[in-house]
């Protein structure tokens, strides 16, 4: 990514302008209720999924869930086992959902891999690859993995690995396109990123808080 392009994004970030759809207050009590079904493949944490491909939900900022449950809904972004999961909701419901999860503490859980396999992945989070022009993950992921929860930026530090795997590489191939209201960025910073250096990362943002 342009560094130039990044910075005039940052700007945007910060005063909101990626807004997008309109958010509506949740209410996590109410949410809390809802997430029963939710818990067979998140966890009853919201933190420990059943399966490692199933993404952490606890302690997401709330912005983020709000725009992926839409999109889930409307099917723009697209997984089998969250299809249906979402019908017959209104968007009050999936507002109420996204409190609940953002509520929840988030969770950490060991970075899984060598020292050299580590350290090649902090080097990346926090400096990118300036040969290929991929950007620094801190500058909207933020230095702790917490993401910046009023620019709707997603925390992926305590992430489980395999669902990181799947989705840096759903973006690289284009299959993940829930970022166009970010100027697909995410899809440009994969795009650059090989199977060795995203199996890096993966493991690494697993323990990074
Ligand atoms: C049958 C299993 C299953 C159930 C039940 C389920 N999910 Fe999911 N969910 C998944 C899987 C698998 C993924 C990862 C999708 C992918 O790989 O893109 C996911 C992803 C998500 C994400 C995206 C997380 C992110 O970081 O982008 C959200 C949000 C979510 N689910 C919310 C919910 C809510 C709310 C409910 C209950 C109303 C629910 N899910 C029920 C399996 C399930
Ligand atoms: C310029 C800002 C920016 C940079 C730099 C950036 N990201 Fe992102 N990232 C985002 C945004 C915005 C999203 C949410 C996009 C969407 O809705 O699909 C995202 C989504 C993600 C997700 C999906 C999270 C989930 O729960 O499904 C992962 C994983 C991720 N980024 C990892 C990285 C890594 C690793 C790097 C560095 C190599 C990086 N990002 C660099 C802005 C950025």
Redesign the pocket.
Known sequence: ?QMRW?SA??LLAGTGVFSGAVFAAGDPEAGKSQAVVCAACHGQDGASPIDPSY?VLAG?NEK?LL??LQMFQSGTRYAPLMVGQLNAKSEQDLADLAAYYASLPAKVAQADADDETLARAEA??RG?ILSKK????T???SPTGGGNAPA???R?GG?SAPY?VS??TAYREGQ?K??ET?GA??RG?ASR?TDTEIEA?AAY?QGLY
């Open positions: 990514m990044l994004f940052m993404a997401q983020y725009r992926q990346i989070y990118g991929v950007a620094a993950c500058a909207c992921h709707g930026f997603p992926i992430q990181t989705q840096l993940r829930t970022d970010f960025m995410m910073v990123l990362l943002l």
